[in-house]
């Protein structure tokens, strides 16, 4: 099998299972109880936050939730209900997952102004982060955007615009959506007062995020309850899915040279194919999309799939739907319906390029018309 539909999830590392095992066999208590083997619990509970924590590069505090979805709806209501008076403006981007645009939708809704700032043109100078700055004003509550497009893999270097939001209006609280930068990109690009994260995109398991809180920032809670994690995100705590999450983090190696040298490979061998356009730009190396004109991308994705070769058209959370995010980053309809997204993981090796690129050959051969 050749996966290499990384961005939508990942395989969980062999290390992960075992803790996550190991801990739903010899450490199942109940983080709140007083007597051992709550203590026990805790004690995982702690040291994984430590080890998510120092990954960051941060020192917050950080309240595990059941995904970046939570962590995402947690942020956008939560933010809201505790600057009450901070002011009515919203700046986000044209091109957030749905955790981020349906919350921004009921905001607005609520009577908040919510402006979507659009990705520079790939030929376009690429001062991003100004241009998301430039768009706070005294009114402006929150600036929320996401580190690494899910779907082109586009950059944000949120540190940078974290500097220039509170330059603009030191009062705006940043979020950021980090699920897909999170361990692949350098934590120096990644400031912000709220990050959401989630585990199952750096090899945890599914149902397991997180979200990071600066030190000062506070926010209402999502859910009410028996008062877990200091009131903030209430639920007991899984702890096993929690070792599994702290594993991933310390397990994931630095790919910074396998992943450019990956993309490399899979950029140059298809500009050797007739007709393919690339889609992604100032993108993570780890996501490639580009279009196979000609081809449907399911139809491409289903005839790759008969040779255990798994991608994605656009984005997984569309399911097949044309994606209205690759068109603000200028991919014409005709192109966003031949679209496949390619994504790396640990496990991809150049083998897998070849393989893919063999497949798409063979695709065009077949299918094109
Ligand atoms: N944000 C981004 C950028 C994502 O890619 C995803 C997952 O597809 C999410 C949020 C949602 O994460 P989760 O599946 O943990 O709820």
Same mark, same amino acid.
């Given at each position: 099998?050749?996966? &290499?539909?990384?961005?939508?999830?990942?395989?969980?590392?062999?290390? +992960?299972?075992?803790? +996550?095992?190991?801990?739903?066999?010899?450490?199942?208590?109940?983080?709140?109880?007083?007597?051992?083997?709550?203590?026990?619990?805790?004690?995982?509970?702690?040291?994984?936050?430590?080890?998510?924590?120092?990954?960051?590069?941060?020192?917050?505090?950080?309240?595990?939730?059941?995904?970046?979805?939570?962590?995402?709806?947690?942020?956008?209501?939560?933010?809201?209900?505790?600057?009450?008076?901070?002011?009515?403006?919203?700046?986000?981007?044209?091109?957030?997952?749905?955790?981020?645009?349906?919350?921004?939708?009921?905001?607005?809704?609520?009577?908040?102004?919510?402006?979507?700032?659009?990705?520079?043109?790939?030929?376009?100078?690429?001062?991003?982060?100004?241009?998301?700055?430039?768009?706070?004003?005294?009114?402006? !509550?929150?600036?929320? +955007?996401?580190?690494?497009?899910?779907?082109?893999?586009?950059?944000?270097?949120?540190?940078?615009?974290?500097?220039?939001?509170?330059?603009?209006?030191?009062?705006?609280?940043?979020?950021?959506?980090?699920?897909?930068?999170?361990?692949?990109?350098?934590?120096?690009?990644?400031?912000?007062?709220?990050?959401? !994260?989630?585990?199952?995109?750096?090899?945890?398991?599914?149902?397991?995020?997180? &979200?990071?809180?600066?030190?000062?920032?506070?926010?209402?809670?999502?859910?009410?309850?028996?008062?877990?994690?200091?009131? &903030?995100?209430?639920?007991?705590?899984?702890?096993?899915?929690?070792?599994?999450?702290?594993?991933?983090?310390?397990?994931?190696?630095?790919?910074?040279?396998?992943?450019?040298?990956?993309?490399?490979?899979?950029?140059?061998?298809?500009?050797?194919?007739?007709?393919?356009?690339?889609?992604?730009?100032?993108?993570?190396?780890?996501?490639?999309?580009?279009? +196979?004109?000609?081809?449907?991308?399911?139809?491409?994705?289903?005839?790759?799939?008969?040779?255990?070769?798994?991608?994605?058209?656009?984005?997984?959370?569309?399911?097949?739907?044309?994606?209205?995010?690759?068109?603000?980053?200028?991919?014409?309809?005709?192109?966003?319906?031949?679209?496949?997204?390619?994504?790396?993981?640990?496990?991809?090796?150049?083998?897998?390029?070849?393989?893919?690129?063999?497949?798409?050959?063979?695709?065009?051969?077949?299918?094109?018309?």
């Amino acid at each position: 099998m050749i996966y &290499l539909d990384n961005s939508a999830t990942t395989r969980p590392f062999d290390s +992960v299972i075992k803790a +996550v095992s190991d801990n739903m066999a010899d450490n199942f208590g109940n983080a709140s109880s007083l007597h051992r083997m709550g203590v026990n619990a805790e004690k995982v509970l702690k040291e994984a936050k430590k080890t998510i924590l120092g990954k960051l590069g941060a020192d917050g505090d950080l309240y595990f939730t059941s995904g970046a979805t939570e962590s995402n709806n947690t942020a956008l209501s939560g933010i809201p209900k505790a600057y009450k008076h901070n002011g009515k403006r919203i700046v986000s981007t044209s091109f957030e997952h749905p955790s981020v645009e349906n919350p921004l939708k009921k905001l607005e809704e609520a009577g908040y102004e919510v402006v979507r700032v659009k990705p520079p043109k790939r030929d376009e100078p690429q001062d991003f982060e100004q241009r998301i700055a430039s768009a706070v004003n005294a009114d402006t !509550l929150m600036v929320s +955007v996401m580190w690494v497009n899910n779907e082109t893999g586009f950059i944000t270097d949120t540190a940078k615009l974290y500097a220039a939001v509170k330059r603009a209006n030191p009062k705006t609280i940043v979020h950021v959506d980090a699920v897909q930068g999170f361990c692949k990109l350098p934590s120096k690009m990644l400031k912000a007062d709220l990050i959401s !994260l989630s585990a199952h995109k750096i090899h945890g398991v599914k149902g397991m995020g997180a &979200l990071y809180c600066a030190k000062g920032v506070r926010f209402e809670p999502l859910l009410y309850g028996g008062g877990q994690q200091k009131n &903030l995100r209430s639920g007991t705590e899984p702890i096993d899915l929690i070792a599994g999450f702290a594993e991933a983090v310390r397990s994931y190696p630095d790919c910074t040279e396998k992943y450019a040298a990956l993309n490399e490979r899979l950029v140059s061998k298809l500009s050797e194919l007739p007709d393919i356009g690339i889609n992604s730009y100032n993108n993570a190396k780890n996501i490639l999309n580009f279009s +196979v004109r000609g081809v449907r991308s399911e139809i491409m994705l289903h005839f790759l799939e008969e040779r255990e070769i798994y991608v994605s058209s656009g984005s997984a959370c569309s399911k097949g739907k044309t994606s209205g995010v690759l068109a603000e980053f200028g991919v014409s309809d005709r192109d966003a319906d031949c679209a496949i997204r390619a994504s790396f993981s640990p496990f991809t090796s150049e083998i897998d390029i070849d393989a893919l690129i063999q497949g798409i050959e063979d695709g065009i051969k077949r299918f094109r018309r």
